[in-house]
C-alpha cells in the first residue's frame, strides 16, 4: 500500500460514520468508478465533498482501497490525498450511500446487437432510489438518447422512494465529456453542460457542477442535454468517416491525404482536421451515433443516413488495412498465413489503456483469423484486460527485426518511430508516425 490510509470500503466492512467539518460540501454518491466516474469523484473530494464511490467491480474497489489508480487522468498521487482527506471511500454495496445531498450516475450504456442496453441505468437508479431524501439531486451522465432521464430514470427514482422529482427532489442530466489521455483539456477545464427537469433542479445541478468546473453551460431541458452529447459524437463520426473513405481512394489518386488535411488546415475558417485511422474505437464513437439512429428509428420511423453511411465506412476500416497488409505482404513474396506481425497497440486511442470497441483489437483478431502469427506490443493496458488469445510482447528491436510487418495500429508516445522505421523490414502505418523506403502509411 502506497503512502497515506487508504480507508476504503469493500463487501461487508463497516463504515466510520464521520461528522462533517465547516469546509464539507456534502455527501456525494458516484456510482460507476471508470473514466467518467473516477475523476469525477476524485475532484470532488478536492473541492470539498465527501464522496462515496459505487462500483460493481470488486478489483477496481480493491485497487482504489491500495491506492492504486487504473485511470490515466487519476494519478495514485491524487488517490492517496483523496483517501488522507479522510472523504473518499470505495465499495461495491449501496446500503452506504444514506443521507447523500448529490447523486451522479456514470454508468456504461453499451449496444446490444445494434440496440441500447440501458440496464445499468436502471440498476443504478432502482439502487439509489430507497435512499433518496427530500432535497437530494440525482444527476445523470451516462451516455444516452434523448428522453432517458425523464422517462427511464425518474420513473425509477420515484418508485423507490416514494417522492416526486421535482417536488421533494431535484434531477438533471449532464453528458460526459472525459477524454482520456488528452494533456490538455480535462474534466475541470472543459465547460459542462448542464440541465434540470425544472428550474429548481437546473439551479441545483449548476450549484454542484460549479464547484467541480471552470465554467457551466445551461440548455433548457434534458433531452436537449442528452442530444448535445450525440450531437458532439455524431458530427466526429461522420468526418472521421469522411476522411477514412478519402484515405482509401487517395493513394490510387497518387495523394497523399494526410499532407491534404494538414494543407486544409490552414485555412483559418471554415475546415476543421479529422485524420484517417483504423476505425473508431472506446465508449462514444461506435457507440453513441447509433443510440440517436435508434430513437429515431423507433420514434420518428426514418433512419439517419449519414450515421447509418458513417458507421459502414468506420466499421470496415480493420478490413481495408488487413487487406493492405495482405497485398504487401504479397509484393515481398509472402501470405499473411504464417507470416509474423508485430501491432503497435491495442487501445483505441493513443497514450491510454482504454480498449473498448477498439478497432485494434478488431485488427488483431482478423490477424489471427487469417493465420497470422500475432503478437502485440502495448504499453498502457493492463494485462488481466487483454483477451487470452493475444500475446503480448515488449516493444524492443529483436521483437521489430523479427516481424514480417510492423502494423502501427495505435500511435503511444512510448513507441520509438524512428527503431520502427530503421529496424522494421515492412511498416504499415495506420496512424502517420512513421517514414522510410519500407514504411506504407494508410
Given at each position: 500500500?502506497?503512502?497515506?490510509?487508504?480507508?476504503?470500503?469493500?463487501?461487508?466492512?463497516?463504515?466510520?460514520?464521520?461528522?462533517?467539518?465547516?469546509?464539507?460540501?456534502?455527501?456525494?454518491?458516484?456510482?460507476?468508478?471508470?473514466?467518467?466516474?473516477?475523476?469525477?469523484?476524485?475532484?470532488?473530494?478536492?473541492?470539498?465533498?465527501?464522496?462515496?464511490?459505487?462500483?460493481?467491480?470488486?478489483?477496481?474497489?480493491?485497487?482504489?482501497?491500495?491506492?492504486?489508480?487504473?485511470?490515466?487522468?487519476?494519478?495514485?498521487?491524487?488517490?492517496?490525498?483523496?483517501?488522507?482527506?479522510?472523504?473518499?471511500?470505495?465499495?461495491?454495496?449501496?446500503?452506504?450511500?444514506?443521507?447523500?445531498?448529490?447523486?451522479?450516475?456514470?454508468?456504461?450504456?453499451?449496444?446490444?446487437?445494434?440496440?441500447?442496453?440501458?440496464?445499468?441505468?436502471?440498476?443504478?437508479?432502482?439502487?439509489?432510489?430507497?435512499?433518496?431524501?427530500?432535497?437530494?439531486?440525482?444527476?445523470?451522465?451516462?451516455?444516452?438518447?434523448?428522453?432517458?432521464?425523464?422517462?427511464?430514470?425518474?420513473?425509477?427514482?420515484e418508485a423507490g422512494s416514494g417522492l416526486t422529482a421535482g417536488d421533494h427532489f431535484h434531477l438533471g442530466y449532464s453528458p460526459e465529456r472525459i477524454d482520456p489521455g488528452n494533456p490538455d483539456w480535462h474534466l475541470e477545464n472543459t465547460p459542462k453542460v448542464i440541465s434540470g427537469i425544472d428550474a429548481a433542479s437546473l439551479s441545483r445541478v449548476e450549484r454542484f457542477y460549479g464547484d467541480i468546473v471552470e465554467r457551466t453551460v445551461s440548455v433548457s431541458s434534458c433531452r436537449t442535454a442528452e442530444l448535445t452529447k450525440l450531437l458532439e459524437n455524431t458530427y466526429r463520426h461522420v468526418n472521421i468517416a469522411l476522411v477514412n473513405e478519402m484515405a482509401m481512394?487517395?493513394?490510387?489518386?497518387?495523394?497523399?491525404?494526410?499532407?491534404?488535411?494538414?494543407?486544409?488546415?490552414?485555412?483559418?475558417?471554415?475546415?476543421?482536421?479529422?485524420?484517417?485511422?483504423?476505425?473508431?474505437?472506446?465508449?462514444?464513437?461506435?457507440?453513441?451515433?447509433?443510440?440517436?439512429?435508434?430513437?429515431?428509428?423507433?420514434?420518428?420511423?426514418?433512419?439517419?443516413?449519414?450515421?447509418?453511411?458513417?458507421?459502414?465506412?468506420?466499421?470496415?476500416?480493420?478490413?481495408?488495412?488487413?487487406?493492405?497488409?495482405?497485398?504487401?505482404?504479397?509484393?515481398?513474396?509472402?501470405?499473411?498465413?504464417?507470416?509474423?506481425?508485430?501491432?503497435?497497440?491495442?487501445?483505441?486511442?493513443?497514450?491510454?489503456?482504454?480498449?473498448?470497441?477498439?478497432?485494434?483489437?478488431?485488427?488483431?483478431?482478423?490477424?489471427?483469423?487469417?493465420?497470422?502469427?500475432?503478437?502485440?506490443?502495448?504499453?498502457?493496458?493492463?494485462?488481466?484486460?487483454?483477451?487470452?488469445?493475444?500475446?503480448?510482447?515488449?516493444?524492443?528491436?529483436?521483437?521489430?527485426?523479427?516481424?514480417?510487418?510492423?502494423?502501427?495500429?495505435?500511435?503511444?508516445?512510448?513507441?520509438?518511430?524512428?527503431?520502427?522505421?530503421?529496424?522494421?523490414?515492412?511498416?504499415?502505418?495506420?496512424?502517420?508516425?512513421?517514414?522510410?523506403?519500407?514504411?506504407?502509411?494508410?
Amino acid at each position: 500500500m502506497k503512502a497515506g490510509v487508504c480507508r476504503f470500503l469493500y463487501s461487508n466492512e463497516v463504515v466510520t460514520v464521520r461528522q462533517r467539518s465547516d469546509v464539507d460540501k456534502g455527501k456525494l454518491i458516484v456510482v460507476g468508478l471508470g473514466y467518467v466516474g473516477l475523476p469525477l469523484a476524485v475532484r470532488a473530494v478536492e473541492v470539498g465533498y465527501s464522496v462515496v464511490g459505487v462500483d460493481t467491480d470488486e478489483l477496481r474497489v480493491k485497487r482504489l482501497g491500495a491506492c492504486d489508480s487504473y485511470i490515466e487522468g487519476v494519478d495514485d498521487a491524487r488517490l492517496v490525498a483523496a483517501a488522507d482527506s479522510g472523504r473518499f471511500h470505495a465499495t461495491t454495496e449501496y446500503k452506504y450511500i444514506d443521507g447523500f445531498d448529490v447523486c451522479v450516475i456514470t454508468v456504461p450504456t453499451p449496444l446490444r446487437e445494434g440496440v441500447p442496453d440501458l440496464s445499468f441505468v436502471e440498476c443504478a437508479g432502482r439502487s439509489v432510489a430507497p435512499h433518496l431524501t427530500p432535497g437530494a439531486t440525482v444527476v445523470l451522465e451516462s451516455t444516452t438518447y434523448p428522453g432517458t432521464t425523464e422517462s427511464l430514470l425518474r420513473p425509477l427514482l420515484e418508485a423507490g422512494s416514494g417522492l416526486t422529482a421535482g417536488d421533494h427532489f431535484h434531477l438533471g442530466y449532464s453528458p460526459e465529456r472525459i477524454d482520456p489521455g488528452n494533456p490538455d483539456w480535462h474534466l475541470e477545464n472543459t465547460p459542462k453542460v448542464i440541465s434540470g427537469i425544472d428550474a429548481a433542479s437546473l439551479s441545483r445541478v449548476e450549484r454542484f457542477y460549479g464547484d467541480i468546473v471552470e465554467r457551466t453551460v445551461s440548455v433548457s431541458s434534458c433531452r436537449t442535454a442528452e442530444l448535445t452529447k450525440l450531437l458532439e459524437n455524431t458530427y466526429r463520426h461522420v468526418n472521421i468517416a469522411l476522411v477514412n473513405e478519402m484515405a482509401m481512394v487517395s493513394r490510387q489518386l497518387g495523394a497523399d491525404i494526410w499532407e491534404a488535411v494538414d494543407a486544409a488546415s490552414t485555412k483559418p475558417f471554415g475546415f476543421m482536421p479529422f485524420r484517417p485511422g483504423p476505425g473508431v474505437g472506446g465508449h462514444c464513437l461506435p457507440v453513441d451515433p447509433s443510440y440517436l439512429s435508434w430513437q429515431v428509428k423507433r420514434l420518428l420511423k426514418r433512419d439517419l443516413r449519414f450515421i447509418s453511411l458513417a458507421n459502414e465506412i468506420n466499421d470496415h476500416m480493420p478490413d481495408h488495412v488487413v487487406r493492405r497488409i495482405t497485398r504487401g505482404l504479397n509484393e515481398r513474396g509472402k501470405s499473411v498465413k504464417g507470416s509474423r506481425v508485430l501491432q503497435l497497440g491495442l487501445a483505441y486511442k493513443k497514450n491510454t489503456g482504454d480498449i473498448r470497441e477498439s478497432p485494434a483489437l478488431v485488427l488483431a483478431r482478423s490477424l489471427l483469423a487469417l493465420g497470422a502469427r500475432l503478437v502485440v506490443s502495448e504499453p498502457h493496458t493492463d494485462a488481466y484486460l487483454v483477451p487470452l488469445d493475444i500475446t503480448r510482447v515488449e516493444f524492443n528491436e529483436a521483437e521489430i527485426r523479427a516481424a514480417d510487418v510492423v502494423l502501427v495500429a495505435t500511435d503511444h508516445d512510448a513507441f520509438d518511430y524512428a527503431l520502427v522505421e530503421r529496424a522494421g523490414a515492412y511498416v504499415l502505418d495506420t496512424r502517420n508516425r512513421c517514414r522510410g523506403e519500407r514504411v506504407e502509411i494508410l
